[in-house]
């Protein structure tokens, strides 16, 4: 391990970051950003063999360098570090292509032990994160088969899964928006669902979710 991307707004949560880093790799070169728009010009500057990923940044997502990271540097180990722990940020992080989701209020050698084992391939998931998947496939799965869904249900799902809008669906489909409507009413009654979050824990289970264009 030897450069490591923090992408964190608050200065002391900055700091707190990058010693847990130095803990869990001594001989790691920390490089830091503290917005969407500084942690992508980071990735376009250096390679990284890790980025902790806050989401909640001043000028927008960190899924955005999350997804770039993804794209342009497919073997960095990118782990989300955040205070959110709802379905929707998870799930949004995990659609992305996230190896790890971990909060900030676990307690910090926790966290050096899980960022040791993450760059060994282990996911790095909160505990209170593992349980809130394990309690989604307890309360969804198993859900209908894979195959009741057709192809352009699937394909519907998986630009869902990437965040897409309905408006941007129909756009990438070269069909109509009513069209795209009534294909995620077909998924979402297939599938036993009723939100998009619950959508994207299907096409990430599916393999549908993760992004192949800029």
Known sequence: MTRVLIVEDLNETLRWLSGIVTAAFPDATVHEASSQSAGLAQCARAN?????IDLGLPDGSGLDVLRKLRQTQPSAVCVVTTVMG??????????????GYLLKEQ?????????????????????SVARRIMQHFQRTGPSAPDDRLTVREREVLGLIGRGLR????????????????GYIKDVYRKLGISSRAEASWHAARLGLGAPDRD
């Open 48 to 52: 990284y063999d890790l980025a902790l």
């Open 86 to 99: 709802d379905d929707a940020s998870i799930v949004g992080a995990l659609s992305a292509g996230a190896h």
């Open 107 to 127: 307690p910090r050698d926790l966290l050096v032990m899980q960022l040791e084992q993450v760059v060994a391939g282990i996911p790095a998931l909160a505990p």
């Open 166 to 181: 309905n408006v941007e669906v129909a756009q990438t489909l070269q069909l109509s928006e009513n069209t795209i409507a």
